[in-house]
């Protein structure tokens, strides 16, 4: 079983420390963790440490990986070359660090993918003519199409509609637990956190504010801390959790004002 595991973990921008301290438990494959915290806290730069893209004090480490890359990375910022096909950009993403040699085998995975993300339709259209969510369903694919055992996903949903956002998380919630693959999910919405991440992990002001079991993570202090809203987590008649949102703290115009 894979696992990741952060131990002290720091990164910087020409100099300028974003992150510091950062250590978590063993995350294991099966799981689904999401990254969260307020805009401009540093999730996509852990992604981008944890992936190598970045160096900084610390360790990323990584035990039970049975490939020399096990994890695959989707960022916010896809970078697609907007005239390759959608079949021709999973295909590119799938041959990353392998001999310039496509198999059948290399085929057939992207068409699994395809397949598995529902995109048969867009296989052929180039990707610059695509909708922003029928790119981001692209960049999964090109994720998953990589077969990795650790994915990190920096907001994955968001330009996804709601049926979309839902079946997506589904999905990846199904390939932890049937594959062992270890999903780790930044994102904004804390009601898909509660509803379908097993453990949370939350960044602010350069480091780890919280991290733990989703359920006991989001709490009415850490919501009103953190993300600077008076909310509280309910069930609703289905057992499922909704996250009640009573109002904004403080004034988003304010300091414009003044
Ligand atoms: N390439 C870069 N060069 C310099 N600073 C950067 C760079 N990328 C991000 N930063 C800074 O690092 C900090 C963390 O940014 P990051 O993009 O990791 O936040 P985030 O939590 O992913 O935000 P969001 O929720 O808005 O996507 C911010 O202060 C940002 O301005």
Request: proline share 5%.
């Amino acid at each position: 079983m894979v696992s990741l595991e952060l131990r002290n973990l720091a990164a910087s921008y020409g100099g300028r420390e974003v992150l510091s301290g950062i250590t978590t438990p063993k995350l294991t494959g099966g799981q689904v963790v999401s990254l969260l915290g307020p805009n401009g806290a540093g999730k996509s730069t852990l992604f981008r440490r944890i992936f190598g893209i970045l160096k900084g004090a610390g360790e990323v480490r990584i035990e039970g990986g049975s490939s020399p890359r096990p994890i695959a990375y989707m960022p916010q910022d896809d970078g697609m070359r907007p005239a390759l096909s959608v079949y021709e950009a999973v295909l590119l993403a799938r041959m990353q660090g392998r001999r310039l040699q496509v198999s059948a085998e290399d085929h057939a995975e992207v068409d699994r993918v395809i397949a598995l993300l529902d995109m048969g339709r867009l296989r052929g259209r180039p990707v610059g003519d695509l909708s922003g969510g029928q790119r981001q369903i692209v960049g999964v694919a090109q994720a998953l199409v990589q077969r990795p055992q650790i994915v990190l996903m920096d907001e994955p949903t968001s330009a996804l509609d709601l049926s979309r956002q839902i079946g997506l998380q589904t999905l990846m919630r199904s390939l932890a637990r049937e594959q062992g693959l270890l999903v780790v999910i930044a994102q904004h919405d804390l009601g898909h956190a509660l509803r379908f991440t097993d453990v949370s992990l939350v960044i602010a002001e350069g480091g780890l504010a919280a991290c733990g079991p989703t359920d006991e993570v989001i709490t009415p202090a850490l919501l009103r801390d953190i993300f600077e809203v008076e909310a509280r987590v309910e069930r609703c008649s289905k057992g499922i959790p909704q996250l009640m949102v009573d109002h904004r703290l403080g004034d988003l115009g304010a300091e414009a004002r003044h």
